[in-house]
C-alpha cells in the first residue's frame, strides 16, 4: 500500500489552516489594485496581514509582544508565508505608511468571499433580508490623552477616558459592516449619518441613538406637496402629484410596453376614498395608471362561503390570516340629464374580520394577485401613521 502524501489539515497548526482560508489570490489582486507593496523592500501586505492576525489570536498586548511572539517560531513561520519574523521598527513602520484603506478593501473582499456561508446562519423568524444592529463601546485610556465621557465625577468618582468605537453588524451573518472610532466624549447619536443603509433594511439600537432628525431622513416620503388644498385632494392628484409621479418614478413601462399589453399600468396609486371618483377613475384609466382604494357606499354583504384564508406576510414582517373574497364590479357615475350615464368595471375585494366586518376595496390592476391588492391597500396606514408624528414633532 503506497503512502497517503495528501494533506488532510491533520497536524496543521490552527492558526495556518485559518490563514489558508484566505483567498490568495483574491488578496493579491488588491495588493496590485492599490500598490500597496509599492517601494517596500520587505514587509509586504500578506506579511503585515499574517501579523497583525498572529497578534489577534495570540492576545498580545504590544508590537514588541507580536514580534518576540513570532521570532520564538524560529523557521516555522514558512508555514505562513513569511520568511522570518518582523522586527518591531520595521512592523511599526509599516502599520504606519500602508494605507488602512487597503485592509477595508481586504475585509470587504473576505465578506463577499464568504457571504455563501455567512448566509446561512440567518436568524429564524426573522423576515428582514437586511437586519443591523449598530451599538458603541468605550474602550478606557487615560483621559490627558483622550478626552472622557460623561459629567465630571464628584469626590472620588472617575470617568471614562478614551477611545468610543462604533459598531453596524449584519445581524444574520454575525459580521461588522461599518465601524467607526472616536474620542469617548462624542455622542453616539452623530454616527448615525456616517451610515449608508440599504433601502428595506432594518436596524435595532439602543435609545443613546434617539435622533429623530435622522430617523426622517431615512424614511422620508418619496416627495411632499406644500399647498393649501382648496380644490380637493383629485385637484392636486391632476395637477401637483401625478404629472411629478410621470417624470420621477423609474423602470416605468415604455410606450411600446404599454401598447401591447392592454393590462400593463406605469404605476398604481393607493388613495383613501376621498379619491372616490368615477371621472377620476377614467382619467386614471386613460394615464394608464393602476389605482386602489376603498368603495363607497356598500349596502350588501357577501356570503361567508365566498371567503377564504390566506396566510400572508405584512410589511411589518408579521404572519396574519386574512379572509378575502374577489368579484367583478360595475361602478355606475352621477347620471346627467341628457348624458349617458358613466360605468367602470374594476375588482372588487372584500376583506372580513373576526367581528364580521367587511371592508371593500376596488381596483383596476388586473395583474397583481387578491393579496396583493389587499396588503397595499392596508400599508396605507404607515402614511396614515407618518401624519401623526409629523404632528406630534411640530
Known sequence: MGKDSKKH???????????NMIPRDKFDLLVKKNESDKHYRAFYSWDELVTMLFGIFSRCDSMGEVCDGMRALGGKLNYLGMDCAPAKSTAGDGLRSRSEDFFKQVYRMLIEHFEPVLSVSRKEDVKFEKFYAFDSTTITLFSEVMKGVGRNPKGDGKKKGGLKVHLLTDVHADTAQFAAISEAKMHDKKFLSKLTLPA?????????????????????????VHKTINEG?????????????????????????????????????????????????????????????????VKEDWPQEEFADYEVITPGGETEIMQLAERQTILYGKKEKGEPQKKITVREIRKKTTSGHQTAIITNNKILTMVKIALFMFARWGQENFFKYMVQGT
Open 233 to 297: 385632494m383629485i385637484s392636486v392628484f391632476q395637477s401637483d402629484i401625478i404629472p411629478r409621479l410621470n417624470t420621477d418614478i423609474p423602470n416605468q413601462p415604455s410606450e411600446a410596453k404599454l401598447a401591447a399589453d392592454d393590462h400593463l399600468h406605469r404605476y398604481m396609486l393607493v388613495f383613501d376614498r376621498e379619491g372616490y371618483s368615477i371621472d377620476f377613475f377614467e382619467y386614471l384609466a386613460e394615464q394608464r395608471i393602476a389605482f386602489c382604494t376603498y368603495r363607497k357606499n
Open 200 to 224: 428595506g433594511s432594518m436596524v435595532t439600537m439602543d435609545r443613546a441613538y434617539n435622533f429623530y432628525k435622522q430617523f426622517a431622513q431615512w424614511t422620508a416620503p418619496f416627495f411632499v
Open 9 to 19: 489539515l491533520v497536524g496543521q497548526p490552527i492558526f495556518k489552516q485559518i490563514i
